[in-house]
């Protein structure tokens, strides 16, 4: 995605070739802004969200949107694929989250109804059946899309550099094999076992962290700040 000239989000989306260094084609993604994209896992299929409130999908060699779902918002600030691209997941400005058929173009589940307070973070368990939010209080949710219920809350928050007030969680990610859930909020990453539901590190920083990713082994995690 491309944010041009310090005026907020912008609206192409950019594919790259990561082995050649070279970018392949690029393309408008949404008018009002495109806020957050996700790619399916293997390639094929990728999903952005925008300030529209629309999640578009988009078939890796085309240049026109397959399919178009409005899915609340105001604005979508977090999008997800799961494994197979089936489904994909949403968290909107409003604090919904939502889990969507992609063929059907369909709600399936509501999991987080509105309420005012965003939720800047969704992912998908690569091996299993979970997914991961967290909300403005720095709780990180895991539900199950097999059983449709809310299996666990991580309630720790996150804590600002200066101490004291509890800070949104800004990014979640599962690990690889989907045995261990990391997530930032303020300076901290946390990280939990997903099968032990219990913290197994937290790293502290000295600036505000706004995304992460792990390494394909799961063993490093990258992240960025600002």
């Known amino acids: 995605l491309q944010w041009p000239d310090g005026q907020g989000l912008g609206r192409t989306l950019r594919i790259w070739d990561l082995v050649k260094g ?8 949404h008018k009002e802004g495109a806020w957050c994209v996700a790619m399916q896992a293997g ?17 890796e060699e085309g240049a026109k949107a397959e399919k178009e779902i409005r ?23 409003k604090g919904e989250v939502s889990l969507w058929s992609v063929e059907k173009g369909e709600r399936v589940a509501e999991i987080r109804k509105a ?3 965003e939720v800047a973070c969704v992912r998908f368990q690569p ?7 967290g909300d403005r209080k720095g709780a990180v949710m ?5 059983t449709s219920k809310e299996t666990h809350t991580f309630p720790e928050g996150f ?3 200066h101490g004291g007030t509890a800070m949104p969680a800004q990014a979640v990610a599962f690990s690889p094999d989907g045995t261990m859930l990391a997530a930032i909020g303020a300076a901290e990453l946390r990280i939990w076992g997903v099968k032990a539901r219990r913290e197994l590190k937290l790293f502290k920083e000295a600036e505000m962290l706004v995304c ?13 700040s600002k």
């Open 43 to 59: 390639g094929g299929l990728l999903a952005t969200g925008g300030g529209d409130g629309m999640v578009r999908l988009w078939k």
């Open 71 to 93: 899915v609340g918002g105001p604005r979508v600030l977090s999008v997800a694929l799961n494994g197979d691209g089936t489904q994909f997941a949403v968290a909107t400005e």
């Open 159 to 161: 804590q600002s550099i």
């Open 142 to 146: 895991l539900w199950d899309t097999a």
């Open 127 to 133: 091996k299993g059946t979970l997914l991961a939010y």
């Open 22 to 29: 070279k970018e392949i084609k690029s393309f408008d993604a």
């Open 115 to 117: 309420d005012d307070t």
């Open 212 to 224: 992460l990713a792990w390494n394909p082994a799961g063993s490093t995690i990258a992240l960025f």
